[in-house]
C-alpha cells in the first residue's frame, strides 16, 4: 500500500431490512466470520479499518464512514437492500470508493455494482488488498483478479477468480468489531426489556478449515471458498477461541466450517485441547454430516464436552430428492445413523430443504414426522432457492432456471421464503407447510424450547401473495404447468413484494411462546446449564499465545 498517508477504511455489514424475514427472534449477536477474517486481513496490512457488523450490535459512526477513502459492505442476501441503502447515503455524502463483497456481491454482481464501483467476489481477504493496490499505485484493475467492476462505457467486467489462499495462518481477533458488546447478566435483561422479549447473547465464532469436498447440488460454497478442504494451524484456531471467550465471557464456540468433521485428526485435536483447557466445560456447535456415527474417536471426545449441538444437513427423507441434489446418502442409511447418535446422547439439530422437483406434499409431511420421530432436538426446515441470473452472469450453475422464479426481492432470499414455482406443489402450499411444520414439531417437541417466530408475520400474508402469483400455472394436481414460464426472463422478475407483516400474528407468536414453555423443565434445565457454564473460570492456560501443539 502507499505509506505516504494512512488510508482509511470502514466496513459495514449490514442486518436485514425492515421485515421479519429470519425464522427466530432469538438469534445471537454472531459476526460473519468471513468479514471479520476482511478486517483483520486490511488491519494487517497498515491500513486504518473500523468494522461495523450490525449482527454483533454495531452501532455505525456515519460521520466516520462519510470521512473514510474507502467504505466496504459484506452481503448477505437477505441483507442486501439494506446495504443498497447504506452505500447510496455514502455515495451522496462522500467521495470514498464503495466496494461490495461477500456471498450476495459473488452471486449477483451487476445488481451490486448498481450501488458500487467495485465487487469483490468468492474468499476476500486477498483480492481486496490487490484491488486496494491497484487503485492506491493508479494500476489497471484489469489485471486484479476476483473483482468485478463496471467501465466508463458502462460495460460490466468479471475479472477471473483469484486463487483460493493456501495459507490460513493468519489469526483473527473479533475485537476487532466495532462494540461487540460482552455477556453480562444486566445486558441480558436489558435485551429483553429493549427488544421486545428478544434476548441476545454474544457468540463467539471460530473457523478451523474453510472448503467442502462434498458435491450437493443446492449449495453455493463449493464455488465460493473451493471444493478442497483446507485446514487452519489447530494453535491458530485455538488461540482465537481463547480470546474470544475472554473477551465476551463465554464459554461458547461456534464453528462455520461446513464439515467440522470432515477430517478426524484435525478435529480431533482441536476437541482435545479445548476438552483438557476448559475440563470439558464448555457448548460448542458444529456442522456434521451422518458419517460422523462411523468416527468413534470423535465421537468419544463429543461426548466429554458438556454440550455439543450438530448442524446436520439430512435435506430429505425422499430419496429421490436426496439424488437430485447429490447428496451421497439415502433415507435408511441416516436413519439407523441417527439412532446411533442418540445413543451418545448428542443434540442433533436437522436441517432440511422443501421444495425440490421431486417432493410432494406427502413426502415433506414425512419429513417432518421423521423429524419427531428421531427425536431431533431443533429443526430447520427451509424452502430451495438459489439466485436468477448468476449463470447467465458469472457461469455458476442454478438448480432453479431463471423463468421459474416469483421475483427477485433479496430480502425474501433467507430460505424461510418460497420464491420460485416448485414443481409438484404450489408455492403457497409449500409455504403453509413450511410454517405448520415447525410449528408442529416445536410443540411436540418438549426437550426444547418452543421458538418464538416472528418470520410468521411476514410469511403468513406473504402466503396471498403467492396464490395470487400461482394462478393459472398448476393443474388440478397441483403439478407446474411450466411451459407458460418460459417466455419469462430477469429482467421480468419484481424487485420489490408488497408485504405488511401482521402485528396480530406477532402477537399470537409472542402467547404461544410464553404458554408452550411455562412448564418445559429440561428446557429450562439446558438453559440454566448454558448460563453456568458462561460464568465460568478462565481456562488453565492464561497466556493464549502459550499453546503448543
Known sequence: MNTEKRVSIALITPIEDDIPVQVSAYKAWMPRYGSVAVAQSLKDAGYEIRHYCEHSGSVI???????????????????????????????????????????????????????????????????ILDLLDALENEKDTIDVKGISYRDDGGVYHHNPDHEFMSDLSHPVDISIIDGYPKNRPGRFLWEIISRRQIPRISLPVAQSSRGCVHKCKFCMVKYELGSQYRERPVEVVLS?????????????????DNDFTHNTEHALSILEHLIDRYDGHLTIYIFSRVELVRKPKLLDALNRIDNVYIGMGFESTNDA????????????????????????????????????????????????SFSLQSRLYTVGFSALYDIPGKEKTIGIPQIIPDHRFIHRDWRLFTGHFVVFFPKQIRPSQLQKLIIEGQRHFFRKNRKTFYQYFPVYASSEPYCRYLEEQEKDLYDDNDCLIEERLLNRTYED??????????????????????????????????????????NRSSRKTSDPGSLQI
Open 61 to 127: 459512526d456515519w460521520d466516520y464512514v462519510y470521512s473514510c477513502d474507502y467504505v466496504c459492505f459484506s452481503l448477505m442476501t437477505f441483507c442486501a437492500y439494506r446495504g443498497y441503502k447504506q452505500a447510496d447515503l455514502v455515495r451522496a455524502s462522500s467521495k470514498a470508493t464503495i466496494i461490495f463483497g461477500g456471498c450476495h456481491a459473488t452471486v449477483a454482481p451487476e445488481d451490486c455494482l448498481n450501488h458500487c464501483d467495485f465487487v469483490v467476489r468468492n474468499e476476500g481477504e486477498a483480492a
Open 240 to 256: 482465537e477461541i481463547d480470546r474470544a471467550f475472554d473477551y465476551l465471557g463465554s464459554r461458547t464456540v461456534f464453528f462455520v
Open 321 to 368: 430428492t436426496l439424488s437430485q441434489f447429490s447428496k451421497g446418502q439415502t433415507q435408511s442409511e441416516f436413519e439407523s445413523d441417527v439412532r446411533l447418535l442418540h445413543e451418545r446422547d448428542l443434540n442433533i439439530h436437522g436441517l432440511f430443504i422443501f421444495g425440490a422437483d421431486t417432493d410432494t406434499e406427502e413426502s415433506l409431511t414425512k419429513t417432518v
Open 493 to 534: 422478475l419484481s424487485d420489490y413484494v408488497p408485504i405488511k407483516p401482521s402485528h396480530w400474528v406477532k402477537t399470537r407468536e409472542i402467547g404461544e411462546f410464553l404458554i408452550q414453555n411455562a412448564f418445559r423443565t429440561t428446557a429450562w434445565k439446558m438453559l440454566n446449564r448454558n448460563f453456568r457454564l458462561t
